[in-house]
């Protein structure tokens, strides 16, 4: 269990020991935790059998003695044995779903940090060929805009209006 989640322990102290911005890491790392965590075609995991493995009905609790309520306070309950067959499996489909759900549409800022930042160019072949030249247009057209915009505003002259009275300068200061 402990290599389990090592992958966690190791972002986590990457991130909290970081004494700088760390936007740039989290697509990357939230992409490495998907592909550790992924269903491996070569061992004949797929996405389907991940989905019936966590909310498939063999899963669901089928006991209904569990609604019983003890009347004395002194009996002590036991508890059935679990069958952890298989648990680190349903562990690894478990987190690759709820990363999936909650990370299924592209950090496209978290993208962009990294794209922006010499350090992280390294980590971006987690993203697809795809998401890496969408993100670079992205950008591009972005840069063009402020870049416009700036010339815009050079070209632009504040006029003032002329001092009419015959204060002294230093007192309107």
């Known amino acids: 269990m402990v290599n389990f989640l090592k992958p966690f322990e190791e972002i986590t102290r990457h991130i909290c020991g970081s ?10 790392y939230i992409r490495t935790l998907k592909n550790k965590f992924a269903p491996k075609e070569e061992n004949n995991e797929f996405f389907e059998d991940w989905i019936n493995l966590i909310y498939g009905p063999e899963n669901l609790d ?32 478990a987190i690759f779903l709820s990363i999936d759900k909650l990370w299924s549409t592209s950090n496209l800022i978290g993208l962009k940090a990294s794209i922006l930042d010499p350090r992280a160019i390294k980590l971006l072949p987690f993203a697809t ?15 063009l805009l402020l870049k416009t915009q700036s010339n815009i505003l050079s070209n632009t002259k504040i006029e003032r209006s002329p001092v009419t009275t015959d204060e002294d300068p230093q007192d309107s200061l």
Do not use: I, M, W
């Not at 003695?65 to 952890?84: A, F, G, I």
């Not at 060929?129 to 840069?143: F, I, S, Y």
């Open 19 to 28: 004494k700088y911005s760390t936007l740039n890491l989290v697509y990357s």
């Open 62 to 93: 089928t006991n209904s003695d569990s609604s019983l309520k003890l009347e004395d306070s002194n009996t002590v309950e036991y508890l059935l044995p679990v069958n952890c067959f298989g648990l680190l499996k349903k562990a690894r489909a």
């Open 129 to 143: 060929v795809q998401e890496h030249e969408e993100t670079k247009a992205q950008v591009r057209a972005e840069l």
